[in-house]
């Protein structure tokens, strides 16, 4: 099993709607959650990070994050041809007493005009 | 300007002739890591730093060397290139290890013919 898991997509939505995006960890200690975008060529970018239990929002961005079920989200509001990219899921695992990030593969959203 | 920064940005080189890719990032950081990034395969972790002098293996070690001899610079030296280290890097940069926000470089595209 893999520590990070996201699904590849792409992920298409039509303009104006709420993209989902879904990430599952497999280390329950872990503390620290990030998404990130990567336009293609480009290096990822911080959108949200999330430390507790529940949603935590900025802007047209919410971040989910449910540790009973290893489970973090980000919906993507009003979504827009500019959000099309790939969303990096990270989350901080233990690793030989170390705190690392380990990212997921990315899911690719394509937001359609 | 807060940034990490890369050099070389495209690099073509043949197999075993040993090369370097700068990073240098001005933020006062403790923390820096490399990353390899491949289709499907997401973002590796290659080998990080948490403080001057003090380096370790990621999860894709082979066939890379690191130094950290200033805390700004965090070179990656491939001393026999083969063409399965053809690949993007990143370079980042964060104040404190995996439960802090990482910072990213432009991007280097290796290509090991």
Redesign the interface.
């Known amino acids: 099993q893999k520590e990070v898991e996201q699904n ?1 997509g792409p992920l298409s939505v039509p303009e104006g709607a709420i993209a989902s995006l879904n990430c599952t960890y497999s280390d329950r200690v872990s ?2 959650f ?1 998404w990130y975008r990567q336009y293609s ?6 959108i949200m ?1 999330i430390y507790s239990n529940g949603d935590k929002e900025d802007g047209r961005f919410t971040a989910q994050l449910n540790k009973a079920s290893q489970y973090v989200s980000l919906l993507i509001r009003d979504s827009q041809p500019s959000d099309s990219a790939t969303y ?1 899921c ?1 989350v ?2 233990n690793s030989g007493g ?9 899911t690719k959203l394509q937001v359609i005009p | 300007e807060a940034q990490v920064t890369q050099n070389p940005r495209y690099l073509i080189t043949v197999t075993g002739k040993k090369l370097t890719v700068t990073c240098s990032q001005n933020m006062n950081h403790e923390y820096m890591s490399w990353y390899r990034q491949d289709p499907g395969l997401g973002l590796r972790q290659i080998y990080y730093s948490m403080n001057v002098e003090v380096t370790d293996k990621g999860d894709v070690p082979e066939g890379y060397k690191v130094s950290r001899k200033e805390k700004r610079n965090f070179p990656l030296i491939l001393e026999s290139p083969s063409p399965n280290q053809t690949s993007l890097y990143f370079c980042a940069s964060s104040l404190g290890g995996g439960i802090e926000t990482q910072y990213f470089g432009p991007g280097t595209r290796l290509l090991v013919l």
């Open positions: 590849s503390q620290s990030f060529g480009k290096s990822p970018e911080l990070s990096l990270a901080n695992t170390y705190q690392k990030v380990t990212f997921g593969i990315g």
